[in-house]
Each structure stands twice: as structure tokens, then as C-alpha cells.
């Protein structure tokens, strides 16, 4: 939120450094993002004194020599006056008047030798102003556009400060800087501090910082017409979504522009001025923070004629009826949720309540009479009804947020007041005010020694009632150590006696809290095992050359589809999801039931610039549980592998493509590591390439699944490869294989006596996993066996059909003596034996 200084000193006094101003709100919690100087010293450009003045425009009169420009006698301070030629098309319309001095117009005034922007340039370039002749007429001054002078990029015409009895005292000759010379403070206006989303909000935080009165805006209102209440009445159906709805009556009001100080003031807040009516509801919503809109009363009157002739105009909150639509003022046709809260009459909606008003019933440029509204709104309804709608309104932004009713009659007063000086209208007598449901002031005990305990400062009682005082709070003494404190109706934020201690924090001074040593005792330490095997496998991974990504945990239903290949037996059962209500883009709604979909996606998106990918993701997943309102989040690791085995190098060139054994070497690694004994066997799967998939075991259990993609999935997730490329992948349950994990494990010490090895060639049938055969060679060598390892896999030639040649390393080693060849020949045959008898195999001669 953008917050001049000059508006805030209205409210409150402002005697520091603008830096000074800036870290004392920033240290209490409202971080000051950027200060944008406006012609002060420091500026980008500086106003000079002595060279931009006010200047009172006293006749305007065609050039003679063009007809698109004229002649402007300008009163600036001298002892004569200056005539200014200027092409301004907004001074046109004075030509013919005469003498002007009696309207007193006043504009930004140039002398020669100033610096101003080139308004007729699209980039902000400085020029200094010479005098040249035009047409005829030498000019050396010039009326100056707020684009000229940097405050804003309006140049449609030059600036015309008319004076009124509401204007400032301005005087011809008056150094500009000293009348609209700014500084605008860009606070950032997080959830937590909501109230401080105005002037006032921003004055109070200030006045409490510094120990002063808030002078807050004038609430009184003069009212003279007819008696509002016979001419309008409100009913609310759901007070819980609507607890107040003020309204005021204003007839006669002019439509023409706002005051230039006023204009000026909503332009450093960042609001684009519209026309009097308009720019007062956006004024009194910077200035309180409380939002307000105006009807045409006029065409609500001729609509009540349809419903009660004789009657009183109703205004009906409700929510909407089935399949009701309402146009809004930026045009869009809104089909409307049975959340919406909108304001209606008998006949149809008029606005969506709290975010914005309908096209139908808006302020037209024949609009006289108008019905000013200023209502308190469910904050939770309103920031579900914007983001669904799409709609973000300054006035949804602090509904949102959470606006106290009581503020609504007050925001209604100030409104009708200022339509009465400035647009010239007649507030009719009476406040039509449905409050149905008024919020009940709960106070809250403070236990002086439980802030002391949590803050860590040594206060008094007293001190800390002084210190919540200067926030507002109605602080009343229970007994030396209990306070009775009752928030002020802004501040909603406040819940419990935690909140009361933060804002004692905040107003010592967090700076000034002294570094103290934990009194309390410490909780016992426990560790989160199984955050640590987690972190531990990453680890591993990271070890073994693959790299961690963090994948988005929304998705769509067309992405993951892709997995499953078209025409497989599961790409034909729909699966549930769990629906996001109101997600971040429409290209992800639902929340992702495997890793495997996210981690294609960023190979694919890699694949164009990477001749090696190795990711892995661990995360959850969510499947939905039947007659469960939450989902089930199942912890999952999954892995790509593609391209070259390892990076191109001067020294031995490519190294090939990597493989189903390279990603296998990877997972062994692991479960190596982890000491989970895992087995794999052939398996099919939609996704992966038959023939080239496992399943991965430990005993009976099936931790997930491992292979070369399928062609068809790499496709269509765009993956480039290059001929006879695979891309590999993995997805396992990641508590399933953290279970498994001993947390103690035996190991074996080095022994002493020489290990001797022997080589195994067996001839088994082609259908005989080599893991089958590993398994009975461990089983039955013992303890002297210390490792078997798989070298040669052979078929054809003088194998059989149907049959193939498995050729092993054996090492044997004792712990206690150097092993005989008998010793060896023994366990040899022994193996023969066994592995003949339970799998059919023999020695190959």
C-alpha cells in the first residue's frame, strides 16, 4: 500500500527523518518496501524552488496565429504577470470568460531555466525549459502536466487546482515543492497486519511508536433531507455473512471532478481519480480502511415503482438463487457459487457484496441521487467468493482481511459528508442501519508474569498497561498481577494473551529486548527416525551421481494419464482424485497420485539440453480414501536415469548410453548400504517395456517396480533420446523400504588368512533367474563363502536350446585357517550338489 506523508500527517504528527520514519515501522512489522520521493531534495526531480511556483491563471485567450493554442496571463509572484503559450486542451473551455481572477484557478508554473520531464516523450526524460518564440509569441514559461513534473503520467492536459472553501490556502508564488512536494512510503500489508490497510491504520501504528494522539478524521455529518428510513429499508437473511449494513441518502450532487488535492492524494496512493463520486468512495476507503459503494438511487427508485409503488426501496443480502448470474462493473457476465453473498432487490442482484458492484445499478453521468452503502462482510466469504470469481478489488482486499462492523457507520458518515461539501449534495435525515448481529467485546486476562516468562522482560503491571494503552486497548487492573484487556474494535487479530504479548513486544521495542538465556527447561530431545532414514537415502542417491528435485505436488488428471499407454487395461479405469477448490492455475487441479508423472516432465524439459539425466523426487502422493475426508499421503521415491553413462571427456570419449544395469547398480547401492536385502524378479508393467522390468522385493513384499519406460510413455512426455536410448525409471514405497531398514546390523572383521577363489560355469534352463541360483550358492557355502558374483551369461553355440551358461566368481575365506584345496573341493561339491538337486543345474564342461 502506497502512503504519503503528507496524507498521513493529518492524522497524526511527523517529525523524524523520512529513514527514521521508515525503520521504526519496519521493526514494529510494517516492512516499508520502497519511499518514492515526489520533487523534494533527493528526488529524482527536484522542484526547484525559485523556478516551479504556483501560479494563478487569470485569462485565457486564443493565439492569433494558431488555432491550437492559447494565451494564458499567469500571476506567479513577480511584479508582472507572464503570458504562457500552451496547447493545454483542458484550458480551451476558459477562453471567452474574461477576467478569471474571481474563479482563482491555479496551475504548476514553470520559469525558464527550470527542469521537467519531455512530457511528449514515452520515457522519462529531463529537459530544461528555454524560451523560444511560437507562432509569433515568445514564451519562456510554461504551465506544467503532472507527467512533466514526475508525479504521475497524466499529460491529457495541464494541472487546474480550482479553489474552494475546502481547499488548502494557496497562494500565487508559493513554491510548488512546498505545496505538493511528497514522500510516499510502499509498506507491504501482510494478513497479520490487516488494520494498518489505511491512513488512519498506518497513524495509529505511528502514534503508538512514538507516544502520540491520533487525530482521527471528522465523523460528524449534516443532515437535511427527507427521512432516509421511509425511503429505503435493508433486510439481511444471513447475518452470519452480513452482520451490518449502513446506508445513507444523498440527493443533488453534481457530477463533476474531485478537488485537485484531492485528485493529488489518491494519485501517490496509486488510485486513478474518475469523478467526484467515485473518487470520495475510494478516498474515505484509503483514508479508514473501510470500503463503500454507491448506487443510483434513481434507478433503484424506478425499479421499487415495479414492486411497491408507494412503498420504500428494499435492499435484500442473500445468497443467490440457482443459476443466477450477475454483470459487474468491469463488464464480465459471473455465473454465481452458493457462497456469493450479493445485494439485491426483489427484482435481481445488484452487486457481489464486499468485491463489486453490478453494471446495472452504477453511478451514470445523469445520476443526481445516490444510495451510499458501507457494510461489514464474513471475511472468509469474501476471500473464497474473490479468488473464485477472479475478481481483486482494493475493497476485497480488505474485506478479506477482516474489517470490524463497527466500522461500517462511520466509513457511511465520513462518505456522506464529504458528497455533501464537495459534490454539493443534501444528505437526507436518518441512517438505515441493519445490524443483526453485533459482535460481543471479550476480554482477555493477561498474567503479568506469563509475559514476562514469554518475552523475557522485566515489566510491571503498569508498564505493561502503559505500553498496550498506546495501541487502544482498554486495559483495567484485576489484581497486582492480572490485567483485564479488551481489544479495540480494528483490532481483530487479537485472540488470546500470546497476541497481547506480542504487541507489548512490538511497542518496547524488538530491538531493545535483551539476549537472555532460556529459563525453562529444555524438552527431552527425541530424533524423527524416519525423517533421518529419509534424509539418509537422499544421501546415498546424491552419492551414487543422481540429483534431487522437488517436484509440484499439484498436477492434472491429462498428465499423469500419460503414463499409462493408450489402450492398456488400467488407461481404461478412471481413478479419483483429490480436487484442489480453488487452485493456482487451471492447468493443475488435482493433487498428484505418483512422482513418477512430475519427474518426466522435468526430464523432458532437461532432455534439450542435457546429454546425461539422473534425477530422484521423495514426496508424497495422495490417494483418496473411501468415506475419508483426507487423503491417504504415501511416502514415494522415484528415480529417472537417461542419456550417457557419464559425461563426455578428452580423456576416453563417450562411455555409452546408459541401461536397465546402470540403474540397477544404483538400487543395489543403496539397499547395499541400508542393509535391506531386496531380490529382483522379471515383471510386467503398463508403463515399463516388457522384457526389460523388475520387481523388487524383500521376501514376500513388493516394494515397487524398476525398468526401461515404455516407448510410448517417452513420447508422450516429449522426451528427446537419441537411436536405441532407454530412459530408465523407478518408483518405490518409501516406507516400505525405511520399515526394513535393521537399526542394528552385523558386520564382519578382516580376516587374516588368504582367501582362495574359484570360478563356477553352470548350465541351467533358460528360464532360471541368476538370483535363484546366487541364493542357493550362499545358502549352502556357509560361512567360508564370502562372496558370489555373477561375471558371464552365455547362449548358443554348445548350449542347448532352452538352456543357458551362468559362470560365477567364488571367494572363500576362514576365519581361523588357511584354507586346503580339500577344504575348498568339499564346499565345491556340496554346492554342486544342491544346486543340481533344487534347480536341475550342472558344471558346464
Not at 642 to 656: E, I, M, N, P, V
Not at 818 to 841: C, W, Y
Request: hydrophobic fraction near 40%; aromatic fraction near 6%.
Amino acid at each position: 500500500m502506497r502512503v504519503p506523508l503528507s496524507w498521513l500527517k493529518d492524522y497524526v504528527d511527523i517529525n523524524l527523518p523520512v529513514e527514521e520514519v521508515d525503520r521504526l515501522l519496519t521493526n514494529a512489522g510494517l516492512e516499508v518496501k520502497s519511499i518514492d520521493t515526489i520533487g523534494l531534495p533527493g528526488a529524482e526531480l527536484e522542484w526547484e524552488a525559485d523556478k516551479v511556483v504556483l501560479g494563478q491563471i487569470l485569462k485565457v485567450e486564443q493565439h492569433p496565429n494558431a488555432d491550437r493554442l492559447v494565451l494564458a496571463t499567469v500571476e506567479y509572484g513577480a511584479e508582472e504577470t507572464e503570458i504562457v503559450v500552451t496547447g493545454a486542451p483542458n484550458l480551451f473551455q476558459y477562453i471567452g470568460e474574461g477576467d478569471l481572477t474571481d474563479r482563482q484557478l491555479y496551475s504548476a508554473y514553470a520559469l525558464e531555466g527550470a527542469t521537467l520531464y519531455d512530457g511528449h516523450s514515452e520515457e522519462l526524460k529531463k529537459a530544461k525549459l528555454k524560451g523560444r518564440s511560437l507562432r509569433g509569441v515568445y514564451n519562456r514559461s510554461m504551465l506544467c502536466s503532472e507527467k512533466e513534473l514526475g508525479i504521475s503520467d497524466e499529460h491529457e492536459g495541464i494541472i487546474i487546482i480550482e479553489k474552494d472553501e475546502n481547499s488548502p490556502d494557496y497562494q500565487a508564488g508559493t513554491p510548488l515543492v512546498e505545496l505538493f512536494g511528497d514522500v510516499v512510503l510502499e509498506i507491504d500489508i501482510i494478513p497479520n497486519i490487516a488494520r494498518c490497510s489505511s491512513m488512519v491504520g498506518v497513524a495509529r501504528e505511528y502514534a503508538a511508536l512514538t507516544g502520540q494522539p491520533v487525530r482521527y478524521p471528522s465523523y460528524d455529518v449534516l443532515m437535511e433531507g427527507p427521512d432516509a428510513n421511509a425511503r429505503v429499508k435493508v433486510r439481511t437473511e444471513d447475518p452470519e455473512l452480513n452482520p451490518r449494513f449502513a446506508a445513507l441518502i444523498i440527493d443533488g450532487i453534481e457530477r463533476k471532478p474531485s478537488p485537485y488535492w484531492m485528485q493529488h492524494r489518491l494519485r501517490l496512493a496509486g488510485q486513478r481519480p474518475i469523478g467526484v463520486v467515485v473518487d470520495i468512495s475510494n478516498y474515505v476507503m484509503l483514508e479508514m480502511g473501510q470500503p463503500n459503494h454507491t448506487f443510483d438511487y434513481d434507478f433503484l427508485r424506478r425499479r421499487a415503482d415495479q414492486y411497491a409503488p408507494e412503498g420504500p426501496i428494499e435492499i435484500i443480502t442473500r445468497l443467490p438463487h440457482e443459476g443466477e448470474t450477475l454483470v459487474t462493473l468491469d463488464g464480465v457476465t459471473h455465473k454465481l457459487q452458493p457462497h456469493n453473498i450479493l445485494v439485491t432487490d426483489p427484482i435481481s442482484n445488484l452487486s457481489v457484496g464486499g468485491v463489486m458492484g453490478g453494471a446495472d445499478s452504477e453511478i451514470k453521468p445523469e445520476t443526481t441521487s445516490v444510495l451510499l452503502e458501507a457494510a461489514a462482510w464474513n471475511f472468509i466469504n469474501i476471500r473464497k467468493t474473490a479468488t473464485q470469481l477472479g475478481i481483486h478489488t482494493e475493497a476485497a482486499f480488505r474485506f478479506s482481511r477482516g474489517v470490524h462492523p463497527s466500522q461500517a457507520l462511520l466509513g457511511a458518515k465520513r462518505a456522506a459528508e464529504l458528497l455533501r461539501r464537495l459534490a454539493g449534495g443534501t444528505v437526507a435525515q436518518g441512517i438505515i442501519d441493519s445490524y443483526p448481529l453485533v459482535p460481543a467485546a471479550e476480554p482477555i486476562t493477561l498474567n503479568a508474569t506469563y509475559v514476562r516468562r514469554l518475552s523475557g522482560l522485566d515489566l510491571s503491571t503498569e508498564e505493561i498497561a502503559t505500553l498496550l494503552g498506546r495501541l487502544e486497548f482498554d486495559v483495567q487492573t484485576a489484581d497486582s498481577e492480572h490485567l483485564l484487556v479488551t481489544a479495540p474494535d480494528h483490532r481483530l487479530d487479537i485472540e488470546g494473551a500470546h497476541d497481547l504479548v506480542e504487541e507489548v513486544c512490538r511497542m518496547y521495542g524488538y530491538g531493545r529486548i535483551p539476549s537472555t538465556a532460556l529459563s525453562d527447561n529444555l524438552p527431552p530431545q527425541r530424533g524423527n527416525l524416519a525423517l533421518e532414514q529419509e534424509e539418509r537415502i537422499k544421501d546415498i542417491l546424491v552419492q551414487a551421481g543422481v540429483q534431487e528435485t522437488i517436484g509440484v505436488r499439484l498436477t492434472s488428471r491429462a498428465v499423469e494419464a500419460l503414463m499409462l499407454p493408450k489402450g492398456s487395461a488400467q488407461d481404461a479405469e478412471p481413478k479419483r482424485y483429490v480436487t484442489i477448490t480453488n487452485p493456482n492455475s487451471p492447468d493443475r487441479v488435482v493433487m498428484r497420485q505418483t512422482l513418477m508423472a512430475g519427474l518426466l516432465e522435468a526430464t523432458a524439459s532437461n532432455s534439450r539440453f542435457q546429454e546425461r539425466i539422473a534425477l530422484f523426487e521423495v514426496g508424497p502422493v495422495f490417494l483418496v480414501q473411501e468415506e475419508q475426508q483426507l487423503p491417504n499421503e504415501q511416502m514415494r521415491l522415484a528415480l529417472v536415469m537417461t542419456g550417457q553413462r557419464d559425461l563426455s571427456s578428452w580423456q576416453d570419449g563417450k562411455a555409452g548410453l546408459m541401461d536397465f544395469f546402470d540403474l540397477k547398480g544404483v538400487l543395489e547401492r543403496l539397499f547395499s548400504i541400508l542393509h535391506v536385502d531386496v531380490s529382483y524378479e522379471a515383471a510386467e508393467h503398463p508403463s515399463f517395456r516388457p522384457g526389460r522390468t523388475a520387481r523388487v522385493r524383500v521376501g514376500k513384499n513388493v516394494l515397487g517396480y524398476m525398468g526401461e519406460l515404455h516407448p510410448t510413455v517417452v513420447e508422450a512426455y516429449g522426451i528427446r533420446t537419441e537411436p536405441k536410448q532407454g530412459v530408465m525409471a523407478a518408483d518405490f514405497d518409501l516406507n516400505g523400504i525405511i520399515s526394513r531398514i535393521p537399526a542394528l546390523f552385523p558386520f564382519k572383521p578382516i580376516y587374516h588368512y588368504p582367501a582362495v577363489r574359484e570360478d563356477l560355469a553352470l548350465v541351467v534352463s533358460a528360464d532360471t533367474a541368476a538370483t535363484e541360483v546366487e541364493a542357493v550358492i550362499k545358502h549352502v557355502g556357509g560361512f567360508l563363502l564370502q562372496s558370489v558374483q555373477l561375471f558371464d551369461l552365455y547362449e548358443g553355440g554348445q548350449i542347448a536350446a532352452g538352456q543357458k551358461s551362468l559362470a560365477y566368481h567364488l571367494v572363500f575365506q576362514s576365519p581361523s585357517k588357511t584354507l586346503t584345496d580339500s577344504d575348498v573341493r568339499r564346499q565345491r561339491e556340496r554346492i554342486l550338489k544342491q544346486l543340481e538337486k533344487q534347480i536341475g543345474a550342472r558344471l558346464r564342461e
